[in-house]
């Protein structure tokens, strides 16, 4: 009777350990699923946005063995469009129309680019932090400028434009976020006529807002 006893607490025993196990590996599978899920969840609910930005440049001096401009300030405006890749990376298409202005000479560009920025989201640990109000960021950016100029003549009407930035979003909610950064631009050489291998630099104060969809 006892054999018979231990034999049943024996079966029941070893159905448990069974079960457990199962048990534990659907929760460790639902977990790592879970992780895997928040892992990008900004992203995937939100992979576009669109937006706007006003700039205040800061143009650099020149001077050649002839003349010496002085650089002013210009206030502009540009467009953006992006796709976000992850939670922590974005690319972005920007249009700028860009207002330079030296005391002999101005220029005008309208300036296409393709930026990459990298945010300083949480990551990984997202789903606990998904209220994140302030998320830095950095980014490089490279295109072309077409230009045309007062008071001057330029040889080359189309120059490459580089550029870094960085700055802070401070995002209100998950569909709109406000931009406040700096950007330091260097555009190739246009060769103007009145000042020799001159390369038209900005830094660049900006303020912009974005809208996730």
């Given amino acids: 009777m006892k054999k018979y006893f231990l034999s049943i607490i024996s079966c029941l025993c070893v159905i448990g350990a069974a079960d457990a196990t199962v048990v534990y590996s659907a929760e460790q599978r639902g977990a790592t699923e879970a992780r895997a899920e928040s892992t990008e969840t900004f992203a995937s609910e939100h992979r576009f946005y669109v937006g706007g930005a006003y700039n205040l440049s800061f143009w650099n001096d020149g001077a050649d ?3 010496s401009v002085s650089g002013g300030d210009t206030s502009s405006f540009e467009v953006m469009a992006g796709v976000r890749l992850w939670d922590t990376f974005r690319l972005e298409a920007n249009y700028a129309r860009l207002s330079a202005d030296w ?8 300036a296409i680019m393709v930026n ?5 989201r949480i990551d990984s640990l997202y789903r606990i932090f998904r209220k ?3 998320v830095p960021y950095i980014g490089f950016g490279a295109g072309v400028s077409f230009n045309s100029a007062d008071g001057a003549i330029i040889e080359n009407e189309t120059s490459p434009v580089m ?3 960085f700055g802070i979003a401070l995002e209100m909610g998950e569909r709109f976020a406000l931009d406040l950064g700096y950007r330091y631009m260097y555009m190739f050489t246009p060769k103007f006529d009145v000042i020799n291998d001159f390369a038209p630099t900005a830094h660049q104060l900006r303020l912009g807002a974005r809208f996730n969809f």
Avoid: H, K, R, Y
């Fill in 65 to 67: 063995e002839n003349v």
């Fill in 103 to 110: 005391d002999a000479f101005s220029l005008t560009g309208d």
């Fill in 116 to 120: 990459a920025i990298v945010d300083a």
């Fill in 132 to 134: 994140q109000t302030l």
């Fill in 163 to 165: 550029a870094g930035m």
